[in-house]
């Protein structure tokens, strides 16, 4: 039941004074952006529907301190959706700007800079896709010097930050180089001799996949029963997060091929993150070909918003054309 002394009836006045604001009360409450979002795939709880809906009744308090205002990445799926053409994260960020200047902050972990080590190189600031980090200048133990900063406010976690940093300087969690090489090599995976040290029937391939290009829990379902000697799954929070480092670490274990793959250009969750993460794959391919490594060991890949069940496919074609292309060693 909502109380009427609840309602704050300026409130409406005042998302809408914000710069993409103006269409809060345009929405029809349909649903078809709750229906679009992958975000509620990993958290139910998450509607924007509703979101717009409440803040279109005044309920300020609860939608300010609500961590569902912070979780919209901007992707943009829901919009060209919507029967009112209404870009919803340009609504969102107007509530959140609202919500900054009353004190309130996103739910953590945050990425994290070791100040001792970072260079202040600027690399994360011109890769993160929110523009969530910047340079200070500081002092650090005794030495004024430039380093990177995150703004809570504007960083999604993507990781992209964390793949970049050259100095290893940045750091998130959940998502850190150990938690992923841990993931990679559990149960001695990458200790295993491949199909190309003839240790092997079949070529053992790694794959990164990016969290958001699988729609479905039941197609994610699917994909992890995959899992084999043959088969290792590492998801990822965006194909922008995979690194080159871990990529070449696998070559040179167990792993005959390693598969990227990440959302369809023009449909990231992070904004960028396809075109970082395939961007990275490429240069690596040419390096390979230079150290006279088949580049057919390496792909990088897009799975769509109306794709399904494509990772199967992508993996034998993978398989397929490491067994036609790299000779076995004796």
């Known amino acids: 039941m909502i109380r009427s002394d609840e309602l704050d009836r300026s409130f409406v006045q005042e998302v809408m004074a914000e710069p993409g604001g103006e269409h809060l009360i345009t929405c029809w409450s349909c649903g078809t952006c709750a229906a679009t979002c992958l975000v509620r795939r990993f958290d139910p709880s998450f509607n924007p529907r509703l979101i717009l809906h409440k803040a279109g009744l005044g309920l300020r308090e609860e939608v300010l301190s609500s961590e569902e205002i912070w979780q919209c990445s901007a992707c943009d799926l829901c919009y060209p959706r919507c029967p009112k053409q209404i870009h919803i994260s340009e609504v969102m960020k107007a509530i959140r700007n609202i919500a900054i200047r009353e004190g309130y902050e996103p739910p953590g972990p945050f990425p994290e800079v070791d100040e001792q080590i ?37 960083c ?19 998502i850190s180089d150990r938690e992923l090489i841990s993931r990679m090599g559990a149960g ?22 990016c969290q958001w290009s699988i ?13 084999s000697d043959q088969l290792r799954i590492v998801n990822l929070s965006c194909s922008g997060r995979v690194d080159p480092a871990m990529i070449l670490m696998a070559l040179t274990k ?7 793959v990440g959302c369809k250009e023009g449909e990231c969750h992070y904004q960028r993150g396809t075109y970082l993460g395939r961007s990275k794959v490429a240069l ?47």
């Open 188 to 209: 001695g995976w990458l200790e295993k001799p491949g199909y190309l040290q003839g240790g092997a029937e079949e070529p053992r391939i790694l794959a990164f996949v």
């Open 215 to 227: 729609h479905s829990d039941r197609e994610w379902e699917k994909i992890r029963g995959l899992e």
């Open 284 to 330: 690596l391919e040419q390096m390979l070909e230079q150290l006279g490594i088949a580049k057919s060991r390496v792909r990088f890949a897009e799975s769509g918003s109306l794709d399904r069940f494509l990772f199967p496919r992508l993996v034998r074609e993978m398989v397929e054309e490491i067994k036609a292309s790299v000779p076995v060693v004796a």
């Open 118 to 154: 970072c260079s202040g190189c600027a690399v994360c600031t011109r890769a993160c896709p929110y523009e969530a980090i910047e340079r200070v200048t500081k002092v650090v133990d005794g030495e004024e010097r430039t380093v990177a900063q995150v703004t809570k406010t504007l």
């Open 156 to 174: 999604m976690k993507c990781g992209i930050c964390v793949a970049a940093c050259p100095s290893g300087a940045m750091n998130l969690e959940s």
């Open 254 to 260: 167990g792993a005959d091929g390693v598969l990227v």
